[in-house]
């Protein structure tokens, strides 16, 4: 079947712009997941949803980041007023949650701040 | 807090040989899992292998097996067999729970020799 997606798969905007990045998760899985990779680190996790609420915002770095996730399914990563420091790539994962551990991943959003 | 720690940040193997990255993490938690993801350059996370803490047996995939010692809170991979296709990034990682964020290593990158 069809895996996580992710939209745009490169995104380039001035800084100050607001952007919108895209999730769409496997069909059925409940929970869903961003996280950001800055070049050359780790994963960093952001926010995460179950159903359509997110029990965990902990890892938003500012208020200038916020997701929503509509239907159970899609869901949308915005940031306003993008910096510099916002470079990176922002990658979505969903899990049918359950007795499977595995969380799924999409391809991500390279997006670029210049 | 929970912590993953990959003090390699680069290996290299010749082809068909067999190499072990490092991986330590802290955790006051007594149930939990571990993973090891590899990333190729296509940013696309693929789960190499996973490991229940309360499962004492070492888990294998293939040519990919770990050696989980939770009282020393290591968690190493070893690829038997390296072939071309094992170069890539990968990212030690560790979960508390069933639905839960997921907080990765920096990673190390592996280069294959042929």
């Known amino acids: 079947g069809a895996g996580v997606s992710q939209s745009p798969s490169n995104k380039v905007t001035e800084k100050g712009k607001d952007v919108e990045l895209r999730c769409d998760p496997i069909?059925?899985?409940?929970?869903l997941y961003w996280y950001r990779q800055s070049l050359g680190q780790g994963l960093e996790f952001l926010i995460y949803?179950?159903?359509?609420?997110?029990?965990?915002k902990s890892g938003l770095p500012s208020d200038r980041f916020s997701a929503e996730r509509t239907g159970g399914s899609v869901s949308t990563l915005t940031i306003q007023r993008t910096q510099q420091e916002d470079s990176a790539v922002y990658l979505c994962?969903?899990?049918?949650?359950?007795?499977?551990?595995?969380?799924?991943f999409g391809p991500g959003t390279r997006l670029t701040v210049t | 807090a929970q912590t993953v720690t990959q003090s390699q940040p680069e290996m290299s193997v010749q082809e068909a040989e067999t190499v072990t990255l490092s991986c330590t993490y802290d955790?006051?938690?007594?149930?939990?899992?571990l993973f090891w993801y590899k990333q190729p350059p296509s940013r696309q996370m693929i789960l190499v292998i996973r490991?229940?803490?309360?499962?004492?047996q070492n888990a294998t995939e293939n040519r990919f097996s770990v050696n989980f010692q939770k009282a020393a809170k290591s968690f190493s991979l070893k690829i038997s067999d390296s072939q071309l296709g094992d170069a890539a990034m990968y990212f030690c990682?560790?979960?508390?729970?069933?639905?839960?964020?997921?907080?990765f290593g920096k990673g190390t990158r592996l280069h294959i020799l042929p």
């Open positions: 994962a969903s899990s049918p949650g359950g007795a499977d551990l595995e969380q799924y």
């Open positions: 069909s059925g899985h409940t929970a």
């Open positions: 949803f179950q159903g359509n609420s997110a029990p965990d």
């Open positions: 955790t006051s938690e007594s149930d939990y899992y």
């Open positions: 490991q229940e803490a309360y499962k004492q």
């Open positions: 990682a560790y979960r508390r729970g069933r639905d839960d964020k997921i907080i």
